[in-house]
């Protein structure tokens, strides 16, 4: 077998619980096709992502490292302001996994969400692929492509493009385009990173909602429910599509398609039983759905139960194409090739988090989380108690010490939060879930 091709597709707020074959209480099939990709492969069950908001956890993908290695991935997330920057945004000069896939031969795109960095400094052309379509910033409308100060933000390549239709759909077409070109001389990445379901709430059949809320996409009068699972079906059929055009051009086979989400959800979406959402170290904020699919390496129907963290991504990836990574950029993350051989796999290490909203701490080991926000410290035992309800801090004295004097050494290694990173209250959740 030759090196594989990569498709790694990226959801924007997908709550844990959202798929079917994570246990959402839809009524009717919200995912039929990730459902069809998590039985024939291997379906994580504690998966996380690196941050409980957008571009902090897209640093960590594109290096393999603690996104607070980067002074962009400080943001919480990267905003507007930030056009004309010089210092926040990936810098040009870090390797990331299209840079260094590229560098070995592999072909690259990105199709979707960039999130991090503006031009002239930065962008995905800048940071190794070589094909590039979608939106820049961090939020858009599905159908005028306007960000929240109404500019104009789709992009083909450097420059901007004017395209009818909606983003979920143009962004599948542009990855259905980049498959049919590929002749098979080279194996290829195509990042697919959807804006769904992110808002503004819209659906395929919303454009009329679109003119109603112009620019203020974080609109608080719309959305349902429905129309939250509506646009993760739009986002599901095109990644069938996509699906299809590996079957039809015979690649699928050698093709390790990876599919989970940038942070937890928010405000329509279902995380049971998990709490807390979007912005926040609960587990709800930062467990996502984590689905892994190539048939000529993982055998169907698998499940792994192990703590593992979207970094991990960058250094299984780099691991399979049988790359190197940058001597003087040491991963963070640990390859999860010993997964897809057996799924009881666990690389037994800690998993940390900090954020400046609320002061927040978290860490996982084994079992235990630790997490501190707004000058209180919780400890759960996650084995028997997902929800985060039962605070063992009183009652296991000994293990919060220690869990707290983990996480300080750990964050006594990076950079200090600088006091002007930004903190988006934008993207935080409308109600925080009690604690005590």
């Not at 896939?101 to 190794?128: D, I």
């Not at 084995?383 to 050494?409: K, T």
Request: with cysteine; net charge negative; glycine share 10%.
């Amino acid at each position: 077998m030759g090196r594989p091709n990569f498709v790694f597709i990226l959801a924007d707020d997908l709550g844990y619980a959202d798929l079917g074959c994570y246990g959402a209480r839809a009524s009717v099939a919200v995912s039929p096709v990730l459902d069809g990709l998590a039985a024939g492969g291997l379906r994580f069950t504690q998966g996380y992502a690196n941050s409980p908001v957008c571009s902090p956890t897209r640093f960590a993908l594109m290096t393999g490292r603690w996104q607070y290695r980067l002074r962009g991935g400080a943001e919480e997330p990267l905003v507007g302001t930030a056009r004309g920057d010089k210092v926040v945004g990936l810098a040009p000069e870090h390797p990331t996994l299209p840079s260094l896939l590229r560098a070995a031969g592999y072909a690259t795109a990105l199709c979707g969400k960039w999130h991090l960095g503006y031009p002239p400094h930065f962008g995905p052309l800048k940071s190794g692929y070589e094909r590039y379509f979608g939106p820049l910033s961090g939020a858009v409308d599905y159908f005028s492509h306007r960000d929240m100060t109404g500019q104009h933000d789709l992009y083909e390549q450097d420059r901007p493009t004017l395209r009818q239709g909606y983003l979920t759909d143009l962004i599948s077409d542009a990855a259905v385009e980049f498959l049919q070109r590929q002749d098979g001389q080279r194996p290829f990445l195509l990042s697919v990173h959807y804006t769904a379901p992110h808002w503004p709430w819209e659906t395929r059949d919303d454009s009329a909602e679109s003119r109603r809320i112009g620019n203020a996409l974080a609109h608080k009068d719309g959305g349902s429910v429905a129309i939250y699972r509506q646009m993760i079906r739009h986002m599901d059929e095109g990644i069938g599509r996509v699906a299809a055009t590996l079957r039809a051009t015979r690649q699928i086979d050698d093709t390790l398609i990876v599919f989970t989400a940038d942070n937890g959800g928010e405000r329509f979406s279902d995380n049971w039983p998990l709490v807390g959402q979007k912005m926040d170290l609960l587990e709800g904020g930062i467990r996502v759905p984590l689905i892994a699919h190539w048939p000529a390496r993982i055998t169907p129907s698998g499940r792994c139960d192990a703590p593992v963290i979207t970094m991990d991504w960058t250094a299984t990836l780099l691991a399979a194409a049988g790359v190197e990574p940058h001597a003087d950029y040491p991963m963070d993350g640990v390859s999860l090739l010993p997964a897809f051989d057996d799924a009881r796999w666990d690389p037994q290490r800690p998993l940390f988090w900090r954020m400046k909203h609320r002061q927040q701490r978290a860490l996982r080991d084994g079992a235990w989380k630790y997490l501190a926000r707004d000058g209180h410290e919780y400890l759960f035992d996650l084995s028997l108690d997902e929800r985060e309800r039962a605070n063992q801090a009183l009652r296991r004295p000994e293990r919060l010490v220690e869990m707290r004097q983990q996480w300080e050494r750990w964050a006594a290694t990076l950079p200090v939060v600088p006091a002007d990173a930004a903190v988006s209250l934008v993207c935080g959740p409308e109600d925080m879930p009690a604690l005590s």
